[in-house]
C-alpha cells in the first residue's frame, strides 16, 4: 500500500520488471471519450529507450485494454490496461537476490518484504512500472486538450547545459504542443549538447542527472484546495511516486531564499478584463490555488542509479560487505523518458484537481 | 476540501485567522498516552512570533482539548484542539475584501469561493492555522521520541547566510533534541547572522525567505510505501500544506544535477551488522522506501508575502489596477516560525507512514 | 477511526457526552449558501427529548459555528460546529467505569481501549453525539431542496402498531415536507397508539424498538456508482454508524425471500416521457444506481438499551458477575428521535453520492 | 467510481461481463504468504453454476496471477488477478442495446452512461465479476484461519423453508469448516427441499429469492470503530457492492421491532475468565465494536432479475414502451452462488477491519 492515488479519477498501479504483464487501472473516466490509439502509441515511443546510450532493453509495449473501452470509446467503467513484459533477461539480475544496487530499494524492500519480493529487476520498484501509467494518460490528455489545458515538460537543465526557464519567460500555446511531442523536448537548441553531455556519462559507464520543468498552461483559476490537497500537494505526491525524482519546486522554489518580497511577490495587474501577474515566481499557484497565472514546477532527476562501474555494496543475506558490477541494461539518463512520465502524473493530478474543484463536467 | 489528512493518523483542520476560534481534530490517536502540557506549550512558544522584528500580533494560544482526553490522558477518540482567536485587529484587513495582497491567497480564493471567502487576514488561509496543527503535534513527539526517533528543523539557509549540512555531515542525537528546542535554530554559531538579515529586511519594510533543513533519526528501514505512498510523497504533501513553501528536496535534491551515479550514489556498507551507506545523497530513502539512514530534507521558504512597501494590485471587484499599501503587522521572515510547523507536519506525515507500514503498534 | 466519513463532503465527528463540549466539522460545502438557523433550530427540538416518557435530560443545544459561515452564509471554508454539554450528571456514570452496560459499547470500548476511554455516558459512543451531526444536515438539506429533492423519515412499525409502507404506496411532495417537520413523523394516524405503546414500555422500566422508513424524492437518475460506492453501500454506511440501529433493507428488502423475480421485478414503462416502473420493490435503485423512483429504505432501530430494570452483567475490571441497575436517565423508545438523525445521515450521504457522480454544481 | 474499497487492504475490481479479461487487485497484502491454489480452485468451483436448473454459462475460470506472487508467495506487492471470459454469447444481449431488464442496472446505467455503457451481459453490473474477488480472497482466508477466525455463510431461509438460526443457536469450529466447504451449504437437512423450491421456479422460467447467514467466529474483541467504520457500517457497504442483495441486518436485526430492552439486551457473565452474553441479539457487535460472540448477520437476496417469462418494459432509446423475452442464460436463483461471495467480501472487510484495528501483524 497504496498503489492508488486520486479521489475522483484514480489510478491503481501492479506489476513487476520480470513478471508476465504490468498494468494500471483507471476509475472514474467520462464516458464517450474516443480512445486516440495513435497519441496512446506516440506517448509510449517517447518513454521507449531511444537515445544515444540508452538501453538496449526494447519493449514493444503492445499494451492492451481489457475493460471499460467500448466500441472505441470510454464507457465510464474502470479501464484497464495491460502491458506484457517482453525481452526479459532475468539472469542478468539474479546478482539482485542478494546484492543491494546503491540508491536503489532493493535492500530497503528486502528489509520491509522480510525477502519475498521479487527482486528481478527492481521488480514492483522498477521505472518499467511506468509504461501503463502513460498508456493510460493517453486518454486523461485530450480531456485537458479540449478545454484548452496544455501540459509539457521540457530538460531545463543536464550537465551544466540550461535551456529558457518558464519561470522567467513565457511559453506559447504553440510551443507547448511541440514540447510535448519532442522525442528530446527542450526549448533552445541545447538538445545536442545534452545529448553529448549523455553519452559522455555512458562512455566512462557511467550516468547522469538533471532538472525538468513542466508547464501547465490555462488551468482555470481556483483549481485545488486550501490546506492538504493544495496544488503543490497534490502535484508533489503524484511527482515523488516517480523514481528517480528527489525534489520539486514550484515558481522560483529555492531560489526565493536570495530574493526579497519586493523583489520575489507577484504583482497584480489588469490585462483587458483579465487579472494577472506581472511575474511569476509562484508559479501559477497562491495558497495552494491556481491563480490563473502558467503552473510551472522543476523536477531534480538524479543520475540513473545503475551504472556499468564497479561500486561497492553488502550481501544483504549474508550481511557482509561486497562488490557490484552491473551487466544489465541501463541509461545513463533517465531524464528524457522520465519527461513524458512527469507529463503523465501530472495529467492525472491536474484531471483529479479539476474534478474535486469543479465536477466531472469540468473536463 | 480537503482538511483532513492521513490514513491511519488523521489530521482534519478549520477556522479563519479572524474567527472566534480555530481548531483541528486529530483522530486514530492510541489510548493510554499522557499529555505533556508542557511539550505543547513550548511548541507553541516557538511558533509564536518573539523574534527581533516579528509581528506584534502576539497569541497567548490559550488552546484546549475538548474531545479525547481523559483524566489527562488519550483516550483513543478523536482529539479536538481549540484555540481562541484574541489580539485581532480585523479593521486592518478590511482593504483586503477587495484588494489583492500580491503572492497571497486573496485573488485566487475570490475566484474560487464567489466572494464569499472570509477574508479577514487571509481567512482559512491564514498562517494563524498552523497553530492548532502544532498543538496536536505536541501528542504524536512523544509517541516518536519512546520509540527514539527524533525530528527536528534548522534554519539551513538566510540572507546568504549558511548553516551546517546534514547531507554532508552527521547529527547526534543529543544535537537533534538541542534543536527541537531552540528558538531560532541553527547548528554552527550563524543565528545572530541571520538575524541580522531579518532585522535589515524590516528595517526596508520588505522580508525575505530562506531554506530549512529537516532530519528524521532512526526512522525504522521499510518505512514508507512504492509507488503512491512513497515517504517523499507523503512528506511534501504535508510540507506544501504550509503556506510558504515553495520547493522541497530529499537528500542531495537539485544537486543531482550537478553529479553522477559514480559521485552520487550512496555505496553500502556493514557498520558491525547494520547496513549503512557511505553517503547520504539519498536522503534517507530508497525507492520510496526508508533505508535506515537519517532522512533528510529541505524546504524552500519564501519571503513573507506582506510587505510594508507599496505594490502594485488589482481591485478584484472594480476589476481595476490599484496600489496596496499594508498597515497590518507582519513578520519580515516567516522561516523561524516555520520550523516548528514543519516539525509537527513532519510528526504527523512520520506516525501516519509508520502506522500504515507496520501497525499502530510501532508507535 | 475513523471519525471522518465522505468523498466530496465530507463530516468529521468528536466529542464525548460528559465533555465540555462536542461537534462535528463539515468540509466540501458550497459557498455563498445562506444558513437557515431556524431549519437548524427545528431539526435540533426534534432530536432533543420531548414525547412521553423520553429522558429527563434536556440539553438547550446551544450550537454554534466557529468556521467557515462569514455574514450569514457558506464560505467554502470547512464549518465546525460546537454544541456545550450542558445538564450533565456525571454521577450517574461512576458505575460504568468497571460495570458493562448490557448491549452497549462499554465491555467492547473498555476492551479497545485498555481502560483509557471515557466511560461517563458512553463517551465517545452516545447518543448525544448526533446533535452535531443534525446540526450541519440543517446546511445541507436546503441544498437538497433547491434541487427539488426531499428526504423524510417516519415510523413504519412499532409495538406491532404499522404505519403506511412507502415500498407499496406512493408519497407525495406535501406528505414528504410534512413527515419532515413532525415531532412525531407517521402518515397514518397510528402516531397516538405507538406514543402508547412508548408510555407501556416506560411505566415498566423497560424500552422498546421498531422500524423507520425513508424516502428520498427525485434523486436524479444515475446517483450513485458500481461496485463499493453502491447508493446502498454508501447508505447503510451512514446508517449503521446510527447506534441502535441494527438492520437496513431497501425497497421490499427482506420481503424478497417469499417472492418471485414474475412478482418481485419491477416493470417498466412510459409515463409520457418519464421512464417509470409499476412496482418499487427495488427501492429506486438498480444495480447500485438511482433509477429516478423514489429511494426507500428500512431502518431497524433496537429497543434502548438502557433500561431501568435490573440486568446481570460483568464487572469487567474484577473480572466477575455482577448486577445492574441503572439510576440514570433515558429514553423508552430512542426511534423518534432517530428519524431526524437518519434524515441527517441521509442527507450527507446524498450530497456526497450527487457531489461524486454529477459534480458540485449539481447542487 | 468507486471500483475501490478497504482502506489498508485494498480490493480495486474492473471488468465486463463480455470483455476479453475481468480482474481486481489486492493491495496490502502481508509479504510471504504461500499461495493456496486448491483452495482458490475450490472457491471459484463454489461460486460456479453447478446446481439444478443452473444457468448454462459454464465458466472454467482459468485465473491466472499477473502480479504481486513470486516463488508461490505475496510479495507484499499489489495482487491483479485475471479471468478470461469464456463461452461468451454476445448475441444473447443484443436486445440489451435498448431494452431494459427489469430490476437490472441497465436502464439506470444507460441514463448514466449516456448510452456508452458496455451492455452485454450486464456488462460492468454483471455479477460475473464476483469471480475475480472470489479469487483474490482465496489469498485472505489462510490469513485469518491461521488466526483462528473462521467465516462461513449458509442459506437461511428459502422459499419458506428454513435453516437453523445461528443467532439463537452455536455454531462449531467444525460445522463452520463444514459450511464453508459445502457447495449448498446448510446446517439443517433442509438443502433437498430448498433444490425443489429452485427447480420449480426454474421450470416456470421463473426466479426466487432468500436470505442468507454469516458468521465470523473468533474475531477480536475490539475490531471495528466508533462512528463511521462501525463494523456494521464496513460490512454493510461491503454486502451491498453484491448485486441482487437488498437487506443486512446484524443479529436479531428487523426482529427488534417484536422485543423490549428487557428481552432483547444481551446480559454479559463470566465464562471463566472469558466474558461472555447469555443471548447474541446484537450479532457480536456492540456500538460498532466486535465483543468477542460470533458475529452473525443476514442477507436478503433478491430473486434473479432476468426470468425467461415475458415481462413488460421500456425501450429507452426510443422512449416507447416495449416487451422483453429474455432467452439467455440465467439462474433460477443465486442465493447458493452468492454464498461464497459473500465470504469473500467479509472476508475482505474483516481483514481490512482488524489491519486498521490492530496494525498488519493482527494477521
Known sequence: MSNTIGKNLRVTLFGESHGEEIGAVLDGMKAGEEVDYSLIDSLLAKRRPSGRGETARIEKDSYRFVSGIFNGKTTGAPICVLIPNENKRSSDYDVLSSLARPSHADYAANEKYLGFQDYRGGGHFSGRLTAPLVALSGLVFPLLRKKGMKICTHILELGGVKDRDLVYSSLTDGEADGLFEERFPVLDPVGEKMEEKIEEAA?????????????????????????????????????????????????????????????????????????????????????????????????????????????????????????????????????????????????????????????????
Open 203 to 363: 562512455s566512462k559507464k557511467d550516468s547522469i542527472g538533471g532538472v525538468t520543468q513542466t508547464a501547465i498552461l490555462h488551468l482555470p483559476v481556483g483549481t485545488g484546495e486550501p490546506s492538504f490537497d493544495s496544488l503543490e500537494s497534490v502535484l508533489s505526491s503524484y511527482m515523488f511516486s516517480i523514481g528517480g525524482i528527489k525534489g520539486i519546486e514550484f515558481g522560483s522554489g529555492f531560489a526565493f531564499k536570495d530574493g526579497t518580497g519586493s523583489t520575489m511577490n507577484d504583482e497584480f495587474y489588469m490585462d483587458g478584463d483579465m487579472v494577472k501577474t506581472k511575474t511569476n515566481h509562484n508559479g501559477g499557484i497562491n495558497g495552494g490555488i491556481a491563480n490563473g497565472m502558467p503552473v510551472v514546477f522543476n523536477c531534480a532527476v538524479k543520475p540513473t542509479s545503475s551504472i556499468g562501474l564497479k561500486q561497492d555494496t553488502v550481501d544483504f543475506k549474508k550481511k557482509e560487505d561486497a562488490v557490484l558490477e552491473l551487466t544489465g541494461r541501463h541509461d545513463p539518463a533517465i531524464i528524457r523518458r522520465a519527461c513524458v512520465v512527469i507529463d503523465a502524473m501530472t495529467a492525472f493530478a491536474v484531471a483529479d484537481s479539476l474534478i474535486s474543484s469543479f465536477g466531472k463536467d469540468v473536463l
